[in-house]
């Protein structure tokens, strides 16, 4: 992707960093100013917000010392609702929603709340809303912890299918050196792989950060997170006018480009699951639908076989049993089993809940031409 990328991204997350979240309203401003022109543009946006601790700390007079976890997550909760208001009133400015969410790691990483997480953000995207991320610092221990904003903005990133990521800080791109302590330090406009070399000069860059825990070196880790999934990145400074505007420009900002599309990339990791957990069986008016890209759904399904999950990868056969795809179910196979050959009206009825119309969405399915060569089944 080339710097015109925000002009042709359908999908862009947009991470804050906590030094700039403590800088005035006036640059919050400014971001939500550039990002309400890309939504009146058509594009779909996310922010992913640091400084909720930072924003709490002088709230509970923990302004001035080092905090131990649970006063961290004091912090974070009591400055919560201060950093989704800053956003509220920036972005109401423009007559445009906000919307909070709250992640913890476990939530990209288990798919079943992967699934949850991603339609409850499309959902407020195709309402027009723009969602406020931030991590669940209140609930958050070790081991279900991001660590620090970037890699979760780009957990988020690999989650909606977005496009590109920016991550804006008080540091304009990555530089060969470290711009704090060498004048003569020269920005990296492009960069088209991440090597030993570029995370080299991302372990000197930002040595001097004050509020943020993340630097340049999180931003890199980040970078590749959301490349591998087809999304491009640019790293740019949010303290400029037109923060965001600006990086369409070679002369502003570092970006990471993708080798590979969102839609690739996604259709890598379904091909790739070693053992599906289930099969779905279909009718030749459901196949010659999956042929058209549509999604799969329940009337089409004559049989349901094995057990699954709602999030696991199922193989999806004609009635010969010939596998023709393989998809990420929207529901378990009790479920799936009951829907079988139903309308979608019928749903609710059927299972007391809808959850989605499609048994398998069109996003989630790889047809069989697609990796039939890897997996001879």
Same mark, same amino acid.
């Given at each position: 992707m080339s710097r015109q990328s925000l002009q042709t991204a359908e999908r862009i997350v947009v991470k804050i960093g906590s030094t700039l979240m403590q800088a005035g309203p006036a640059i919050l401003g400014a971001i939500a100013r550039d990002v309400a022109a890309l939504c009146q543009d058509g594009k779909q946006c &996310?922010?992913?917000?640091?400084?909720? &601790? #930072?924003?709490?700390?002088?709230?509970? @007079?923990l302004d001035r010392q080092p905090l131990s976890l649970e006063q961290k997550q004091a912090a974070a909760a009591a400055g919560q609702p201060v950093l989704v208001h800053a956003w509220e009133q920036a972005f109401s400015v423009h007559d445009r929603s906000t919307a909070q969410a709250l992640l913890t790691l476990d939530v990209t990483e288990d798919r079943r709340r992967w699934l949850n997480a991603r339609a409850t953000l499309d959902t407020l995207l195709d309402l027009g809303a723009t969602p406020i991320v931030n991590e669940n610092d209140t609930v958050a221990t070790d081991e279900i912890r991001y660590g620090d904003n970037d890699r979760l903005a780009a957990r988020v990133a690999q989650l909606i299918g977005a496009d590109l990521l920016i991550l804006?800080?008080? /540091?304009?791109?990555?530089?060969?050196?470290?711009?704090? %302590? +060498?004048?003569?330090? =020269?920005? &990296?406009?492009?960069?088209?792989?991440?090597? *030993?070399?570029?995370?080299?000069?991302? @372990?000197? %860059?930002?040595?001097? %950060? @004050?509020?943020g825990t993340g630097g340049m070196r999180s931003k890199v880790q980040a970078a590749e997170i959301a490349t591998a999934s087809g999304c491009a990145v640019i790293i740019g400074d949010g303290r400029e006018p037109g923060p965001v505007k600006r990086l369409a420009s070679r002369e502003a900002g570092t970006l990471f480009r993708s080798a590979v599309s969102v839609a690739s990339a996604r259709e890598r990791w379904i091909s790739g699951a070693v053992s599906p957990h289930g099969e779905i069986r279909i009718d030749a008016g459901a196949l010659n639908a999956l042929q058209q890209g549509k999604s799969l759904l329940p &009337?089409? !399904?004559? #049989?349901?076989?094995?057990?699954?999950?709602?999030?696991?990868? !199922?193989? /999806?056969?004609?009635?010969?049993?010939?596998?023709?795809?393989?998809? !990420?179910?929207? $529901? +378990?196979?009790?479920? #799936?089993?009951? /829907?079988?050959?139903?309308?979608?009206?019928? /749903?609710?009825?059927?299972?007391? $809940?809808?959850? *989605?119309?499609?048994?398998?969405? %069109?996003?989630?399915?790889?047809?069989?031409? =697609?990796?039939?060569?890897?997996?001879?089944?």
């Open positions: &996310v922010i992913v917000s640091s400084g909720a &601790v #930072a924003l709490g700390r002088p709230r509970l @007079g804006l800080s008080d /540091i304009d791109g990555l530089f060969d050196a470290d711009p704090r %302590a +060498n004048p003569g330090a =020269q920005r &990296v406009a492009t960069i088209d792989t991440i090597d *030993a070399t570029v995370r080299a000069m991302a @372990g000197g %860059a930002n040595t001097q %950060a @004050g509020a &009337v089409g !399904v004559v #049989a349901i076989q094995g057990q699954f999950s709602r999030g696991d990868t !199922v193989r /999806i056969s004609d009635e010969q049993g010939q596998t023709r795809a393989r998809g !990420v179910s929207a $529901y +378990n196979s009790t479920d #799936a089993a009951l /829907i079988a050959g139903r309308r979608t009206e019928e /749903i609710e009825d059927l299972l007391g $809940y809808r959850r *989605a119309p499609a048994l398998v969405h %069109a996003d989630d399915l790889v047809l069989e031409r =697609q990796f039939m060569k890897a997996d001879p089944s």
